[in-house]
């Protein structure tokens, strides 16, 4: 059955470019996935629920004080190391970075659920929190695949079973700028959905980077991109760095995160990123 599964897992990750996995990374910098699991109407109701939660928080502050103290106390609680970060929650940066963006998991959805029983009476947060559930699901396996075809399938080992996924909902206004690329402090980092595509530049890792090196991937309008984050350079995995530029108008985009289980990352100093400025 396994070998089953394996050739089915070689074969998604292998049929656009015939190449194995670590190697598509290393030269492209990302995999396209056809298989995008989600109709485009499954996000198009996420952001319409993302839209509500934000609205219902910029107006009732004490609300976004509560959820705040919820994720303070929830990254001292020992689900924190199952993910090995503390972004978690609301950040609404319209005024600093004209962005706003949430940051789910599932065990942070229980917490909220089981300690603070009153979100869920609040149909804007809880209808959000169940979009979110909903629509971030299916991930899991592709996350597990591709550590799977790797050969790393011990990065996601722990009590739980699966791999620890990070579900990022973003909402970009009109006044957004892009300044640098950045990489990712994760194992995968799965681009699932965005209402501009050509938006997402991105370069395979270097030496060194010029502004040329970066690029917008053509890709089918139902694929998902998956590229590595700064969590695997121990297995000579390295990061795709990327940047989102700016269109002038509202943009959407949901991005899932593996992270990695009681991990703690070493610091390496990864190739500087050149300023963007066009
Ligand atoms: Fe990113």
Redo the contacts with the bound molecule.
């Keep these: 059955m396994w070998v089953f599964w394996l050739n089915v897992l070689f074969l998604v990750f292998t049929s656009l470019h015939g190449l194995p996995l670590a190697e598509q990374f290393q030269k492209a910098g990302y995999v396209e996935i056809s298989d995008r699991k989600q109709e485009a109407a499954a996000f198009d109701f996420l952001y319409a629920r993302f839209d509500e939660f934000i609205e219902f928080l910029q107006a009732n502050r004490a609300w976004a004080r509560k959820l705040y103290n919820a994720k303070e106390r929830f990254i001292r609680s020992k689900e924190q190391n199952y993910y090995s970060t503390d972004f978690f929650g609301f950040y609404d940066e319209s005024d600093r970075r004209s962005q706003i963006s949430f940051y789910y998991s599932i065990h942070f959805h229980e917490f909220i659920s089981s300690r603070y029983p009153e979100f869920n009476q609040v149909p804007a947060i809880s209808r959000f929190l169940e979009a979110c559930l909903e629509v971030h699901r299916p991930y899991g396996n592709v996350f597990d695949e591709a550590a799977a075809e790797l050969g790393l399938r011990e990065i996601f080992s722990s009590e739980y079973g699966r791999p620890p996924i990070l579900f990022k909902v973003i909402k970009y206004f009109p006044s957004y700028t892009a300044t640098r690329p950045?990489y990712?402090g994760t194992a995968f980092?799965l681009f699932l959905d965005s209402t501009d595509d050509q938006s997402l530049h991105l370069s395979s890792y270097k030496a060194s980077f010029t502004l040329d090196d970066f690029y917008s991937p053509e890709r089918d309008k139902c694929s998902i991109l998956l590229i590595p984050g700064t969590l695997l350079t121990e297995f000579s995995i390295y990061p795709t760095p990327?940047i989102v530029l700016q269109s002038g108008e509202t943009r959407y985009a949901t991005i899932a995160f593996a992270m990695r289980p009681n991990f703690t990352s070493p610091k390496i100093e990864f190739s500087p990123l050149p300023h963007f400025s066009r």
């Design positions: 950045h990712d980092s990327h």
